[in-house]
């Protein structure tokens, strides 16, 4: 038998190789998940978003403070919304029209921009708009939603937000100036501007629990330069807690009989902005360090309430940033524009 005898920098050589090709094989999406938790036994915190790259918007996301980039910096894209089902991670967003990311492999859609995504069983339901339509895809094929003109014929709509409970699909966003929101495909108007009036309400998130729909939103009018808090269950407005105070509601859900809403608040008489929750109408304002702040995105885990949003600098500068129980975490350095859009825990 022969036998063939190697040297020092021969072995050395045939390691990196082996290094090498182990190296290539590696997937790109991390799997992070075993036995339905993370590898630290925790919860594991997902954040989707965008940061800056000095030219065009990067869309990324962070697993516990990790940054994943999911587009290649050539254009603008973002992160708007995202999910997990079954250990796979769903983000919904743009690069250079609407899409999604299954576990980082993007597949494209007929739209301008995807702003919200929901998983249910084996199908993907994406919402968002295409041209002036307000729209969603059921495993990418597109859907067009009502638009029935009750107030006038308004020619721009979108879709903000998307929940699929049971067989039904419940969609929220906006006809002209008017908060609406669509059960399988029909229109439901949340509020009642004509086209003679200045101003707008805009529905921009969507929360189903067993019969109960909840719809959060905000109006601007003519008398104010601030925006005021809305939210709507089975389309009746309730009243948030705001004496002297304005606000807006960006992201709603439901835990148990608790109804949480995340935004932002401005406060008389010094109008600062601050970043915000309302849980069951009363608000509880969130540290920050710099800047005007605002919550994009609220999910609730047990006693756990985890947010997502973004402490503006200037208008080129701002942190993507996540809450959790009012401890702050700053994503990106600051050094240029980011967002974070969107928060899961699982």
Same mark, same amino acid.
């Given at each position: ?7 020092g920098?021969?072995?050395l ?5 082996i290094? %090498? =090709? ?6 790109d999406f991390?799997?992070?998940?075993k036995? /339905?938790h ?5 919860r ?7 940061e ?5 918007n ?6 516990? /403070? ?6 290649d ?7 708007n919304?995202?999910?997990?089902s079954?250990?796979?991670v769903?983000i919904a ?12 492999s ?26 002036s339509?307000a ?5 990418? =094929?597109e859907v ?5 003109n009750?107030?006038?014929d %308004?020619? #721009?709509?979108?879709?903000?937000s998307?929940?699929?409970?049971? #067989?039904?699909v419940?969609?929220?966003?906006y006809?002209?100036p008017?908060a609406?929101y669509w059960?399988?495909g029909?229109e ?19 929360y189903?629990?067993g ?7 905000y109006d601007?009018?003519?008398g104010?330069v %601030?925006?005021?808090?809305w ?13 002297d105070?304005?606000?807006?509601g960006?992201?709603? %859900?439901?835990?148990g009989?608790?109804?949480?809403i995340?935004?932002?608040?401005v ?13 069951n ?5 969130l ?10 995105s609220?999910?609730?885990?047990? #006693?756990?309430?985890?947010l997502a ?5 200037d208008?080129?500068?701002?942190y993507a940033v ?11 350095? /600051?050094?240029r524009?980011?967002?974070?859009n969107?928060i899961?825990?699982?």
């Open positions: 038998m022969y036998y063939k005898s190697f040297n920098k021969s072995l050589a045939i390691i990196m190789g290094m %090498f =090709t182990l190296a290539s094989c590696k997937k991390p799997p992070i998940f036995g /339905g993370s590898h630290s036994g925790e594991t915190v997902l954040v989707a978003g965008y800056s790259n000095g030219t065009f990067v869309a990324k996301y962070w697993i516990d /403070g990790q940054e994943i980039k999911l587009s910096g050539t254009r603008d894209a973002s992160a919304s995202i999910v997990v079954n250990n796979n769903y967003g743009s690069d250079s029209g609407a899409v999604y990311w299954k576990n980082n993007e597949i494209r859609l007929s739209g301008n921009d995807a702003s919200s995504i929901f998983v249910s069983g084996n199908d993907v339901y994406v919402a968002g708009a295409h041209d339509k729209v969603y895809w059921k495993n990418g =094929t067009a939603l009502d638009k029935t009750v107030y006038g %308004f020619s #721009n709509a979108a879709a903000s998307i929940f699929v409970s049971g #067989n039904d419940y969609v929220a966003g006809d002209g008017n609406v059960k399988n029909s439901i108007y949340l509020s009642s501007l004509t086209i003679t009036i200045t101003g707008y309400v805009h529905a921009h998130s969507i189903v629990k019969s109960d729909v909840y719809v959060v939103g601007i009018n003519s104010s %601030f925006p005021k808090v939210y709507w269950k089975n389309a009746v407005r309730i009243t948030i807690n705001q004496v105070n304005y606000g807006q960006n992201s709603v %859900f439901v835990s009989s608790d109804v949480y995340g935004g932002m608040q406060s008389a008489p010094t109008y600062v902005q601050t970043a915000a929750y309302w849980k109408g009363n608000v509880v304002l540290p920050n360090s710099v800047g005007s702040p605002d919550t994009k609220i999910f609730v885990s047990g #006693n756990d309430v985890y949003g973004y402490e503006s600098v208008y080129l500068h701002s996540s809450w959790k129980d009012g401890v702050e975490t700053k994503l990106t350095d /600051g050094a524009l980011a967002s974070a969107s899961f825990v699982k």
